[in-house]
């Protein structure tokens, strides 16, 4: 059987090197930023309790492995979107939107309204945190994927 795709196999390794870096890069921006909620955000403000993490479960695991997939996922599709082009608009966009579907997410699968009545401003404060924080876990992961492949750790895509 004939492979129909355009792709080599050299550039189906490189997608895959981006997707690994970008999948740790993501994985360890989430533990150092559920640390960061953990010994700083949540001790100052009761409104954002719930953002401590006080012990390594299986919620904690899988939220992980969503960061994980998640980054694989965004530096396949970053390396393909950048290609070898050097606009900050388009690297940025890349970033803000696997940011804000990460986030949205979250929002979507957390937040309840109660018979139509819109929550408090300390209710919506940790979906806020949340969604700031999807978009600098990509931001991570967009820069040191430019970082990679500026030292040609990385290929770009060539289109």
Do not use: H
Not at 1 to 14: C, G, L, W, Y
Not at 120 to 138: D, M, N, Y
């Amino acid at each position: 059987m004939k492979d129909s795709s355009n792709f080599s196999a050299a550039e189906r390794v490189e997608s895959l090197k981006a997707g690994s870096v970008a999948a740790l890069s993501c994985l360890l921006g989430f533990g150092a930023i559920a640390l960061g909620n953990s010994l700083i955000l949540a001790d100052r403000l009761d409104s954002l309790a719930s953002l401590q993490v006080r012990e390594i479960d299986l919620n904690f695991a899988f939220r992980g492995a969503i960061a994980l997939l998640g980054g694989f996922l965004f530096g396949v599709t970053y390396r393909y979107a950048i290609r070898r082009d050097v606009n900050p608009q388009l690297k940025s966009g890349a970033v803000l939107a696997f940011g804000l579907v990460r986030a949205f997410g979250q929002l979507d699968a957390g937040l309840f309204f109660e018979s139509g009545k819109m929550p408090a401003l300390q209710e919506l404060l940790p979906f806020a945190v949340r969604g700031a924080e999807s978009v600098v876990l990509f931001a991570i992961a967009g820069l040191v994927l430019d970082w990679a492949i500026g030292r040609s750790w990385i290929k770009p895509f060539d289109s």
